[in-house]
């Protein structure tokens, strides 16, 4: 994952977990971990129909903890977000 977020500074990545405190508290420790500065960073919210018209292409998406338990990832569109991600990565529990 260091390697992808050095390499590939012009990509998004998506943090996705339980609600969107969970997300924020899991970034903040991934980034510290990483030494990383740069990027744009999305935090998945609870509610489905925020997700819809979002871009995961060039997307590195996080999967934080208990990420199924997010009402939002319940849906087709997010489904569709995970196939055409660049990737995909499961993060357990901190």
């Not at 208990?66 to 660049?86: E, S």
Request: with cysteine; net charge positive; charged share 20%.
């Amino acid at each position: 994952m260091q390697h992808y977020l050095n390499h590939t500074i012009e990509s998004r990545i998506w943090v996705v977990s339980g609600n969107l405190k969970q997300a924020k508290l899991y970034w903040d420790k991934i980034s510290k971990e990483l030494n990383w500065l740069g990027g744009k960073v999305y935090f998945m919210p609870s509610r489905a129909r925020t997700i819809d018209g979002l871009n995961p292409f060039n997307t590195l998406i996080l999967l934080c903890g208990r990420w199924w338990t997010n009402p939002a990832t319940d849906t087709p569109i997010f489904k569709q977000y995970l196939r055409d991600a660049r990737m995909t990565i499961p993060v357990g529990e901190l």
